[in-house]
């Protein structure tokens, strides 16, 4: 037998095989990934949230971080980074103070009559629809409804249903728009919203595949299923591709535990545990990972802010440095250390990986002989420096010797 024949035999061989790690881990999707998701309750949303959001980070700066140094002593990072990103943090929060807002209809809204979350959904999308008519809405904006569980089935799906046939009647259903499952417990549940989105696709004129949706990680039995296996790797691949992001439950995940709520925390080794299965589930599929949120605020009188200024900072950097490239945002004070400590990882990173991009690319040299992998992941994290503004597209060009079309081809095999 020739090793042609050899090849044509094993292609046969192994053509299910190829054509199933096909269609189950396509790889990046070649989006922009926000670097937060920030939740309101749904009847505290209105058309002028988002920059409402920016102008109370902006004030509570000015107050008790009215300058680089101060800042970083208040939030506990170190002054030189600061002194780098903090024009950048005050022009983000003028800009683009929210990169993605999820409009609460579960825990944050609660169990009210059906008449008053009816209305408060129609009011809601209309005001959503308004800020993204007036060009001011977040890039990436959604709806968290109540879970697929029994008891709130109903009210998710009637509040679903209003809230997109809404915005489909006012054509403001974008490419940043995306549906929040929360509370899943079994991949069942997962296929059922496949069938909701199917079914809200044909109902509102929608192109079919329109509706993507993200998976919320808030029970212990989405991790580990009763026959011992990781359910969540079968929820992503039960969404039939519109599973666009997995997202950590701090506080119902940790009491679904049994941890007290003293210790319950994004650092807690359950939480880790949680989100590893979640990363190794998610690699290669395309589907984004989102770290939870800290429910320690920084607010009241200066100490205060300092101490949730520093563990928001704190929490940030340390999920970044795990791979987890999101997170939670619950209050407007938490933006500032958001933006200062993300904008600060990729600012500390960048003149060692532009050096190595460089080199690899075929423009310099380097102590590094990087393989392919590991220049994908480079190129990943330039660009997300990017797209979130910590980098400036000037500073790839002379540091990497490419451009942003370039480098995204390089990270994600696309175009910018």
């Not at 008891?151 to 009647?169: H, I, N, S, W, Y």
């Not at 496949?194 to 809200?200: D, G, H, I, K, R």
Request: charged share 25%; with cysteine.
């Amino acid at each position: 037998m020739s090793i042609e024949d050899l090849t044509s035999r094993l292609d046969t061989q192994l053509a299910d095989a190829d054509a199933r790690h096909a269609r189950d881990y396509p790889g990046d999707r070649g989006v922009r990934q926000p670097l937060h998701t920030v939740y309101i309750p749904a009847d505290a949303y209105a058309a002028h949230t988002v920059r409402e959001w920016g102008d109370r980070a902006l004030a509570l700066l000015d107050e008790r971080g009215p300058d680089a140094g101060t800042f970083a002593r208040a939030a506990g990072l170190p002054e030189d980074i600061v002194g780098q990103v903090y024009p950048r943090v005050r022009a983000k929060l003028e800009r683009e103070p929210i990169e993605d807002v999820r409009i609460d209809f579960e825990d944050g809204f609660g169990s009210r009559p059906d008449d008053e979350e009816d209305a408060e959904a129609l009011r809601a999308a209309g005001a959503l629809a308004q800020s993204i008519e007036a060009g001011s809405a977040a890039p990436f904006h959604g709806i968290r409804f109540k879970s697929f569980e029994a008891p709130t089935r109903r009210r998710g799906l009637r509040t679903l249903d209003l809230f997109v046939g809404e915005l489909a009647k006012r054509s403001a259903l974008g490419d940043g728009f995306v549906l929040t499952l929360p509370k899943v417990t079994a991949v069942e549940q997962v296929e059922a919203m496949v069938t909701a989105c199917e079914w809200l696709e044909e109902t509102h004129g929608l192109p079919a595949g329109r509706l993507g949706f993200e998976i919320q990680v808030e029970t212990p039995q989405s991790i580990l299923g009763p026959d011992g296996t990781a359910l969540v790797a079968r929820m992503i691949h039960a969404g039939a591709g519109r599973v666009t992001s997995l997202h950590y439950g701090t506080y119902d995940y940790s009491a679904s535990c049994g941890i007290a709520a003293a210790y319950q925390s994004m650092e807690h080794p359950a939480a880790d545990h949680a989100k590893a299965v979640m990363q190794v589930a998610a690699a290669g599929t395309g589907v984004h990972l989102s770290d939870g949120s800290t429910n320690i605020l920084p607010v009241g009188d200066e100490a205060a802010v300092r101490r949730g200024w520093a563990l928001h900072a704190c929490l940030v950097r340390r999920s970044l440095e795990r791979g987890y490239y999101q997170g939670w945002d619950l209050h407007p004070a938490q933006l500032p250390t958001r933006f200062a400590a993300t904008f600060g990882f990729y600012r500390d990173g960048f003149d060692s990986a532009a050096a190595r991009l460089r080199a690899y690319t075929g423009g310099g040299d380097s102590e590094y002989l990087d393989e392919p992998a590991t220049a994908v992941a480079l190129a990943n994290f330039v660009l997300r420096g990017v797209e979130c503004g910590a980098v400036d597209e000037t500073e790839l060009t002379d540091q990497v010797g490419i451009d942003r079309a370039a480098l995204a081809r390089l990270a994600r095999h696309r175009t910018a």
